[in-house]
């Protein structure tokens, strides 16, 4: 599994308050990546990271911002919480192009 | 960007038919599809994936096949089994990192 944990597991949070999500890898993998997972949307990028500090913007990245300022640790965090960001969130990392994406256990968010 | 549709969305067969699901994608671009599989609950795990350079990739009982001129690709899967049961998606990118994913396949594998 590439050795990835994302925490919390599952979280419960009011509408309009901060969320941050960690993801952490112990395989020092260069690539990392937020995804969101609904009901008949698949599997939707919403940041990615390619480096320490070096960060790029997804499909569908409002509302989200990361931060990784440590190759192991690429951070989540939704600055006020939406019932439509409602969703189970993978981290994923990457040891290069060319290799597979390992994805973590996920992260059920529920804003009320 | 690049766009990924799936069908079905949900597919039944009976223990040892195959099973087919098939995938299109629209930037001719893209160069690299897999394709996950996710038990109830679980994350997503590769299960095969193929390159644009290659035309057909098998793995025992599963394999994939690409058409770049038709732009699409396909999953089959041979002597369906029960464990094989699980949600499917296929994904394509331009290079094997940023992964546009289809919209899954749930496969029931019935005794």
């Known amino acids: 599994d590439a050795g990835i944990t994302q925490s919390p597991r599952h979280k419960v949070t009011e509408t309009g308050t901060p969320v941050t999500l960690r993801c952490h890898q112990t395989?020092?993998?260069?690539?990392m990546y937020w995804y969101r997972q609904d009901p008949g949307h698949g599997l939707r990028l919403i940041h990615y990271?390619?480096?320490?500090?070096?960060?790029d913007k997804g499909e569908v990245s409002d509302g989200y911002s990361v931060s990784r300022s440590k190759t192991e640790d690429f951070l989540l965090t939704l600055e006020s919480a939406t019932s439509s960001q409602t969703s189970v969130y993978f981290c994923?990392?990457?040891?290069?192009?060319?290799?597979?994406?390992?994805f973590g256990p996920g992260t059920r968010l529920t804003v009320t | 960007g690049e766009n990924v549709e799936q069908h079905p969305s949900t597919l039944s067969v009976q223990e040892g038919d195959s099973a087919v699901i098939k995938c299109t994608y629209s930037?001719?671009?893209?160069?690299?599809f897999p394709w996950y599989k996710q038990e109830l609950g679980k994350r997503p795990q590769l299960i095969i994936d193929i390159r644009s350079n290659v035309g057909e990739k098998k793995d025992q009982r599963i394999a994939v096949t690409l058409n770049k001129t038709a732009k699409h690709f396909s999953l089959h899967i041979t002597e369906t089994q029960p464990e094989d049961s699980a949600v499917y998606f296929c994904?394509?990118?331009?290079?094997?990192?940023?992964?546009?994913f289809g919209t899954g396949t749930r496969l029931q594998v019935t005794l």
């Open positions: 994904a394509a990118s331009v290079g094997p990192s940023k992964l546009t």
């Open positions: 990271s390619y480096g320490v500090k070096d960060t």
């Open positions: 930037d001719s671009a893209s160069n690299y």
């Open positions: 994923a990392n990457q040891l290069a192009e060319g290799y597979e994406q390992y």
């Open positions: 395989e020092n993998h260069r690539y």
